[in-house]
Every structure is written in structure tokens, then in C-alpha cells.
């Protein structure tokens, strides 16, 4: 089954730590993004990466880091310098970069930063 | 700047009657619009998409119209089903881009 998974679904840190959500996906898709979904704001894009080891800035990156060493996985490290970090996170990847932009979604991972 | 606009952040709606969701943008490079369906807890999943160089796009129950002239769009679901209970997402790109740029969503709710 292809598909987008994302680990863990559900998570809690404490303030000040550091943490990483993963995101892997198996449809041999060229590019993935990381978007933050909180109440009625809609998605708001963090990091894009279009090919391996190259990654771009979304709209909300700051307080946040990625890294793309592998085709299928494109992990986010939600760091303590991000002010708000409590929301639910979503991994999406497309499978070209020239055409027109359907992306698909994983499941999220909710954060939750006591 | 809030490029794609969704005004109604909720609608209800009697089952089997029709559910119409509205977007507006104000880009005028956008020139293809999707429509992503998202349940609680769980992530948006692709529903229906149109290019400009179309004004109607239908699947199924699903209908969505595109007026580019008053850089409207709209998603028609007839007959609405409990099912169809969730928020929409409006999103919108041009041929290339490399980002979506997406509306803050509308909560449909059907009534049994």
C-alpha cells in the first residue's frame, strides 16, 4: 500500500525540549512539505523540500528544522525556540515539481507542549 | 495576506439537500483550484480539482464551478450525506508552483 505515514500520532514534551516528527512516504513522490494546522487558521506551510538534501523556507519556519538525506523521508525537529509549538502537524509529498501542484497528506501528529 | 479566502468558517446543511461551499482568491496567477476534505484528528484528503481553463468540474456528488472573472469557486455536494460532515479546505497554485496556497477552511455539517 502506498501511502504517507507519520509517527507518532499523538505527542507530549515538556517546554524547552527539543523534538522530531517523522514523515515517510513510499509513492516515490519528488517533493514534501510540513504544514502547521491550528483552529481556524487553516494550513500554514513550515519547510518544502522539491529534491534530496535541498529544502526551502515556508511561511512559519522560524523555530523549526528539517532535513531531507532520503527520497521517502523528510523529518521535522520542532525546536524550543519556537514560541507556540502545541498544534497538529501535517506531512504531504507530490509527485513531480513541474505540473500542476496535487499534493497528498499523512495522518498528522498532534503536539502537545505541557 | 490572505490570498485564498473562505468566509464561512461553518455551514449546516439537511441531508439530501445541497451543500455549497464558497472561495475567493485574490492572485491572479492562481489558475488551479482543489477542494481537500478533512476529518478531526486525520489529514486533508484530495477531493476534486478544476483549471482555469475550465468553469465545471463534476465527480460524482461533487460539483465544483469556477468564475474567473469574480475569482470565485465554488464546491456543490448533492445530496449531502452525514458523511460529508468535515471541514473543506479551498487551495490554489499555478502550473509549476511549488506551493499551495489554502483557505482557512469551512465546517460542514449535515443534519439527519
Known amino acids: 500500500d502506498g501511502g504517507i505515514t507519520q509517527s507518532p500520532k499523538y505527542l507530549f514534551r515538556k517546554e524547552g525540549q527539543n523534538v522530531t516528527l517523522s514523515c515517510e512516504q513510499n509513492?516515490?513522490?519528488?517533493?514534501m512539505y510540513w504544514y502547521r494546522q491550528d483552529p481556524g487558521q487553516g494550513l500554514r506551510l513550515i519547510y518544502y523540500?522539491?529534491?534530496?538534501?535541498?529544502?526551502q523556507k515556508g511561511d512559519i519556519a522560524e523555530g523549526y528544522s528539517v532535513s531531507r538525506e532520503k527520497k521517502e523521508s523528510f523529518p521535522l525537529t520542532v525546536t524550543s525556540a519556537q514560541k507556540n509549538p502545541t498544534a497538529f502537524y501535517l506531512c504531504?509529498?507530490?509527485?513531480?515539481?513541474?505540473?500542476?501542484?496535487?499534493?497528498?497528506f499523512g495522518p498528522g501528529t498532534r503536539l502537545t507542549v505541557l | 495576506d490572505q490570498q485564498v479566502k473562505q468566509n464561512s468558517p461553518s455551514l449546516s446543511v439537511q441531508e439530501g439537500r445541497i451543500s455549497i461551499l464558497n472561495c475567493d482568491y485574490t492572485n491572479s496567477m492562481f489558475d488551479y483550484f482543489l477542494w481537500y476534505k478533512k476529518y478531526p484528528a486525520e489529514g486533508p484528503t484530495f477531493l476534486i480539482s478544476?483549471?482555469?481553463?475550465?468553469d465545471k468540474n463534476e465527480d460524482g456528488r461533487f460539483t465544483v464551478f469556477l468564475n474567473k472573472s469574480a475569482k470565485h469557486l465554488s464546491l456543490h455536494i448533492v445530496p449531502s450525506q452525514p458523511g460529508d460532515s468535515a471541514v473543506y479546505f479551498c487551495?490554489?497554485?499555478?502550473?509549476?508552483?511549488?506551493?499551495?496556497?489554502f483557505g482557512t477552511g469551512t465546517r460542514l455539517t449535515i443534519i439527519p
Open positions: 504531504a509529498s507530490r509527485a513531480g515539481t513541474y505540473n500542476y501542484n496535487e499534493q497528498f
Open positions: 487551495a490554489a497554485s499555478w502550473f509549476g508552483n511549488e506551493k499551495l496556497t
Open positions: 523540500s522539491q529534491i534530496v538534501n535541498d529544502f
Open positions: 478544476i483549471s482555469s481553463i475550465k
Open positions: 509513492l516515490n513522490h519528488d517533493a
